[in-house]
C-alpha cells in the first residue's frame, strides 16, 4: 500500500488494513505488501506455496493454509497419468505373435523332376529322382527330396551328380529305383587321345555327364570319372547302349604285330583358325627350335613347311593334333 493511499483511507475514516509479509530465501523479513502483490509472486514465480507469510502481528505459516489465499491457485497436480501408464506398461500382457501357417509340400510332376546319381560306402551306384526346387546346401552335404515319397535325404556332395544325359520319367514311379553295381550293364568305347592313339574304355552304359564338347563318364577297374572329347568318340552310341566286351578281349588275346617302317613325309600347314594357342603349343613341341616370332609366322603366312623328313607314324599324330585345333594339314 502507498502512502496515498493510507492518507486516502485516513482521511475517508476507513481502517487501514494491515499488510503482509513474507520470509524470503535468505530469510530475511519482507513487506508489507497487499493480497494483490502476494497474489502477483505467486504468479510470476518469485515465492512459492511453502514460503512463510503472516498478515500484522499474525503468526507465521504457509502461504498455502493461510485462510486469505483461498481462492489462488493450488499445488500442480502431480503426473496421476504417467504413472498409471507407467504401471499399465509393466503389467501389459505380451503380445502374441500370430504363428504363419507352414504351407503343405506339394510333390512335382514328372517332367519337373531331375535324375540324380549317388555313390554309396559300398561303391553302388543309386539313382534318385529328385525335386530340383527342394535342394539346400548343408556344408559338404545338401538334402533334396526324392521320389516317390519326396521325404528329405542328405547325399555326400563329392560322391553326387546330376545326370544330363539322362531325361526325367515320363511317369512318377511308385517305387525307388533299382540300386546298380558298378559292374553291371557295361560297354566299350573306342576313343582316340590328343597322341593320335587308340583305346579302349571299359565304362558303366547310360551313366554319362553331357558338358557340351565334352562328355564324364566311369571308367574300369575304378569306375571313377574321366573326361572325354565327344569328336575323339569312335562309337558315341556305345554311352547309352550296351556293347559286348568282344572287342576289348580281340584286342587282349591278339598277337602284336611287327611294326612296318613306314617313309618319311613332310607335315605342310595349309591354313589356321583364329584361335592359335592350342596350335602353337603342338608346333613347339614339333619345332623346339624355333622362337616366337617364328612360331608366329608359321600360323599367319600359308602353305608353311612344319618339318621334314619325319616318319608317317608321328607326322599322322602331329597331324591329327594340329586339326584338332582348328588347322589345315597335308603330308607329304
Given at each position: 500500500m502507498g502512502f496515498f493511499d493510507d492518507l486516502k483511507k485516513a482521511i475517508s475514516g476507513e481502517v487501514p488494513v494491515?499488510?503482509?509479509?513474507?520470509?524470503?530465501?535468505?530469510?530475511?523479513?519482507?513487506?508489507?505488501?497487499?493480497?494483490?502483490?502476494?497474489?502477483?509472486?505467486?504468479?510470476?514465480?518469485?515465492?512459492?506455496?511453502?514460503?512463510?507469510?503472516?498478515?500484522?502481528?499474525?503468526?507465521?505459516?504457509?502461504?498455502?493454509?493461510?485462510?486469505?489465499?483461498?481462492?489462488?491457485?493450488?499445488?500442480p497436480p502431480m503426473?496421476?497419468?504417467?504413472?498409471?501408464?507407467?504401471?499399465s506398461a509393466k503389467h501389459a500382457k505380451p503380445r502374441k505373435r500370430k504363428q504363419k501357417k507352414k504351407k503343405e509340400y506339394q510333390a512335382p510332376a514328372a517332367n519337373g523332376t531331375i535324375v540324380i546319381e549317388y555313390l554309396n560306402y559300398a561303391g553302388e551306384l543309386k539313382q534318385f529322382i529328385c525335386d530340383p526346387k527342394s535342394i539346400v546346401r548343408k556344408g559338404?552335404?545338401?538334402?533334396?527330396?526324392?521320389?516317390?515319397?519326396?521325404?528329405?535325404?542328405?547325399?555326400?556332395r563329392s560322391k553326387t551328380r546330376i545326370l544330363k544325359g539322362v531325361p526325367a520319367p515320363a511317369v512318377m514311379p511308385a517305387e525307388p529305383l533299382p540300386v546298380r553295381t558298378?559292374?553291371?550293364?557295361?560297354?566299350?568305347?573306342?576313343?582316340?587321345?590328343?597322341?593320335?592313339?587308340?583305346?579302349?574304355?571299359?565304362?558303366?552304359?547310360?551313366?554319362?555327364?553331357?558338358?557340351?564338347d565334352y562328355v564324364r563318364v566311369r571308367v574300369s577297374p575304378t569306375f571313377k570319372y574321366i573326361t572325354l572329347k565327344h569328336t575323339r568318340i569312335g562309337n558315341p552310341e556305345a554311352l547309352f547302349e550296351a556293347t559286348p566286351a568282344a572287342s576289348m578281349a580281340e584286342s587282349e588275346t591278339k598277337p602284336a604285330e611287327t611294326p612296318v617302317p613306314d617313309s618319311t613325309v613332310s607335315i605342310i600347314l595349309t591354313n589356321c583358325g583364329l584361335a592359335t594357342y592350342d596350335a602353337n603349343q603342338v608346333l613347339r613341341e614339333i619345332r623346339p627350335d624355333l622362337g616366337v616370332f617364328d612360331l608366329y609366322n608359321l600360323v599367319r603366312n600359308f602353305p608353311q613347311t612344319i618339318v621334314e623328313n619325319?616318319?608317317?607314324?608321328?607326322?599322322?599324330?602331329?597331324?591329327?593334333?594340329?586339326?584338332?585345333?582348328?588347322?589345315?594339314?597335308e603330308l607329304k
Amino acid at each position: 500500500m502507498g502512502f496515498f493511499d493510507d492518507l486516502k483511507k485516513a482521511i475517508s475514516g476507513e481502517v487501514p488494513v494491515l499488510g503482509y509479509f513474507i520470509i524470503s530465501a535468505d530469510n530475511e523479513e519482507l513487506g508489507p505488501y497487499s493480497k494483490e502483490d502476494i497474489v502477483g509472486f505467486l504468479g510470476e514465480g518469485l515465492i512459492g506455496w511453502s514460503t512463510m507469510i503472516r498478515r500484522g502481528d499474525d503468526d507465521w505459516r504457509e502461504i498455502q493454509h493461510h485462510p486469505d489465499f483461498p481462492s489462488a491457485p493450488g499445488p500442480p497436480p502431480m503426473p496421476e497419468k504417467r504413472a498409471k501408464s507407467s504401471k499399465s506398461a509393466k503389467h501389459a500382457k505380451p503380445r502374441k505373435r500370430k504363428q504363419k501357417k507352414k504351407k503343405e509340400y506339394q510333390a512335382p510332376a514328372a517332367n519337373g523332376t531331375i535324375v540324380i546319381e549317388y555313390l554309396n560306402y559300398a561303391g553302388e551306384l543309386k539313382q534318385f529322382i529328385c525335386d530340383p526346387k527342394s535342394i539346400v546346401r548343408k556344408g559338404n552335404h545338401f538334402s533334396v527330396r526324392v521320389a516317390p515319397t519326396f521325404k528329405r535325404i542328405s547325399l555326400d556332395r563329392s560322391k553326387t551328380r546330376i545326370l544330363k544325359g539322362v531325361p526325367a520319367p515320363a511317369v512318377m514311379p511308385a517305387e525307388p529305383l533299382p540300386v546298380r553295381t558298378t559292374t553291371a550293364d557295361t560297354s566299350i568305347i573306342q576313343y582316340t587321345n590328343w597322341e593320335g592313339i587308340n583305346k579302349e574304355f571299359k565304362i558303366i552304359t547310360g551313366v554319362v555327364d553331357d558338358k557340351g564338347d565334352y562328355v564324364r563318364v566311369r571308367v574300369s577297374p575304378t569306375f571313377k570319372y574321366i573326361t572325354l572329347k565327344h569328336t575323339r568318340i569312335g562309337n558315341p552310341e556305345a554311352l547309352f547302349e550296351a556293347t559286348p566286351a568282344a572287342s576289348m578281349a580281340e584286342s587282349e588275346t591278339k598277337p602284336a604285330e611287327t611294326p612296318v617302317p613306314d617313309s618319311t613325309v613332310s607335315i605342310i600347314l595349309t591354313n589356321c583358325g583364329l584361335a592359335t594357342y592350342d596350335a602353337n603349343q603342338v608346333l613347339r613341341e614339333i619345332r623346339p627350335d624355333l622362337g616366337v616370332f617364328d612360331l608366329y609366322n608359321l600360323v599367319r603366312n600359308f602353305p608353311q613347311t612344319i618339318v621334314e623328313n619325319i616318319s608317317r607314324e608321328q607326322a599322322e599324330a602331329f597331324k591329327k593334333r594340329l586339326e584338332d585345333a582348328g588347322c589345315t594339314v597335308e603330308l607329304k
